[in-house]
């Protein structure tokens, strides 16, 4: 097993893993939608007087939609359906009158999902500082040949992986670094619990251990969370089984891997 998969293990199941994870990943589940006040008065308007087609064409510029309702989705996709379809606005209206201005609002600004908050929150560490060097944008980072860390979308991140490091996915990176003259890429999972949509994150970051680059890149899955919890789960029988030799670490433990390289 490799020596920071095991250091990970180790940390999550005898010290205080969830205590230092906050850190990286600070959820804030408390944290209510902005919603924006003409937005909000042009609703209030075609609410008073009833206008159900301006009603929902109006709550469907918010993020949130303040009722569950299967058909949402639909008139998202399609907004002339709601003229051709009188019969599910005025349902849909229904339910809203019902439900009151007071309780819409408050349906409207419900917090984000915390597992809707998770994927920007590492590299808001990361470009905190944290690993010992401030990121750096992809000019200056390609102008220097001395240690850095990018800091840059995504999209970015595949971008210069895919110029110049052999990158082939079609999916944006989570970390891009140079140390010792070497890059290291990385995915960065935070897998709150078993199951089918983490089991698929937790794929999706050990896919990239797989793919073939340039001799000069470390690949690295950075993970955090259940998968390294030792109770006969999938996950961690994947870690510990199947990886010998690949980098797979806690993103506590990556300035201390970056500064080994």
């Not at 606005?89 to 349906?107: F, P, S, T, V």
């Not at 979308?153 to 490091?165: E, G």
């Not at 340039?214 to 510990?240: E, Q, R």
Request: hydrophobic share 40%.
């Amino acid at each position: 097993m490799n020596y920071f998969l095991e250091q990970s293990i180790e940390l999550a199941n005898q010290r205080d893993y969830l205590d230092q994870l906050f850190r990286v990943y600070p959820m804030s589940p408390d944290n209510i939608r902005e919603i924006e006040e003409n937005k909000w008065n042009t609703f209030v308007k075609v609410f008073s007087i009833n206008d159900q087609k301006h009603i929902i064409e109006s709550l469907l510029d918010f993020e949130l939609f303040p009722i569950k309702d299967s058909y949402v989705a639909y008139l998202r996709r399609d907004r002339s359906a709601i003229a051709r379809n009188p019969m599910t606005i005025a349902r849909i209206c229904g339910r809203l009158k019902d439900m009151g201005l007071n309780k819409i609002y408050e349906n409207l600004s419900q917090p984000k999902e915390t597992n809707r908050q998770i994927g920007p929150l590492f590299k808001r560490w990361v470009d905190s500082g944290a690993l010992g060097l401030q990121p750096i944008g992809l000019n200056d980072f390609m102008q220097t040949n001395n240690n850095a860390i990018l800091s840059a979308p995504d999209y970015a991140m595949q971008d210069f992986a895919t110029k110049y490091l052999g990158y082939t996915r079609n999916k944006g990176l989570d970390f891009i670094a140079r140390f010792n003259n070497k890059f290291i890429i990385g995915e960065a999972k935070f897998l709150t619990d078993f199951g089918g949509h983490q089991n698929a994150q937790l794929e999706d970051a050990l896919n990239l251990l797989h793919t073939r680059l340039d001799s000069k890149v470390i690949k690295v899955a950075i993970l955090d969370g259940v998968c390294y919890i030792n109770s006969n789960s999938k996950m961690y029988a994947t870690l510990t089984n199947n990886f010998k030799n690949e980098s797979i670490f806690s993103a506590l433990l990556l300035r201390d891997f970056l500064y080994q390289v």
